[in-house]
């Protein structure tokens, strides 16, 4: 079955940087676009990157547009989002998602000092 | 960008109510229209696909209407284990907007 499984969250400062993975299986990585999409504490839902399938389009949120990189390894079924100049806001658990519609369990990411 | 607009924010409701949420897009997305639940501390998780379409495994008490900038999602009878809140999600090409979510608890 389809799972998807991030890592890499956890507390940096502000300033700092962290990349998130995405690990996919259970279902052919490289035919789905693959999105990052973010929810602060107590807060709805927040969509930040997307990639397209094979990798040739990338989209972002304004919030994060040119800070943070989404890419993807289709050799190793893996998603990452690399986030530079972390701020306090984008403290959020990210969730991977396949086209929007599967999700992980989500990682955790705390920006403090 | 596509906005929804996603009405009432919170309800209270008794168990084996009728429950309808609604979401309102600011441009005609078709029937792009996702629907997912989510609990306390839990991933979302998807109701209704294409705006009328039940997920696999999902109780048929859930249901999702509506095409163009309108879409309802509607709670046939609450059971205790429907309280989450509950989001729409358009998705316009590759990209994704969620309505603001609404807090379903029982009354």
């Known amino acids: 079955q389809v799972q998807l499984v991030e890592s890499g969250g956890g507390v940096v400062q502000p300033g700092r940087s962290l990349r998130l993975s995405c690990a996919a299986s259970?279902?052919?990585?490289?035919?789905?676009?693959m999105h990052w999409v973010r929810q602060a504490p107590g807060k709805g839902l927040e969509w930040v990157a997307v990639?397209?399938?094979?990798?040739?389009?990338?989209y972002y949120a304004d919030s994060v547009k040119g800070r943070f990189t989404i890419s993807r390894d289709n050799s190793k079924n893996t998603l990452y989002l690399q986030m530079n100049s972390l701020r306090t806001e984008d403290t959020a658990v990210y969730y991977c998602?396949?086209?929007?519609?599967?999700w992980g369990q989500g990682t955790l990411v705390t920006v403090s000092s | 960008d596509i906005q929804m607009t996603q009405s009432p924010s919170s309800l209270s409701a008794s168990v084996g109510d009728r429950v309808t949420i609604t979401c309102q897009a600011s441009?005609?997305?078709?029937?792009?229209l996702n629907w997912f639940q989510q609990k306390p501390g839990k991933a979302p998780k998807l109701l209704i696909y294409?705006?009328?379409n039940l997920e696999t495994g999902v109780p048929s008490r859930f249901s999702g209407s509506g095409s163009g900038t309108d879409f309802t999602f509607t709670i046939s009878s609450l059971q205790p284990e429907d309280i989450a809140t509950y989001y729409c999600?358009?998705?316009?090409?590759?990209?994704?907007?969620f309505g603001g979510g609404t807090k379903v608890e029982i009354k």
């Open positions: 998602a396949r086209g929007g519609r599967r």
């Open positions: 259970g279902f052919t990585f490289s035919n789905y676009a």
């Open positions: 990639m397209s399938y094979d990798g040739s389009n990338t």
């Open positions: 441009q005609d997305i078709s029937n792009y």
């Open positions: 294409d705006a009328s």
């Open positions: 999600q358009q998705y316009d090409n590759l990209l994704l907007t």
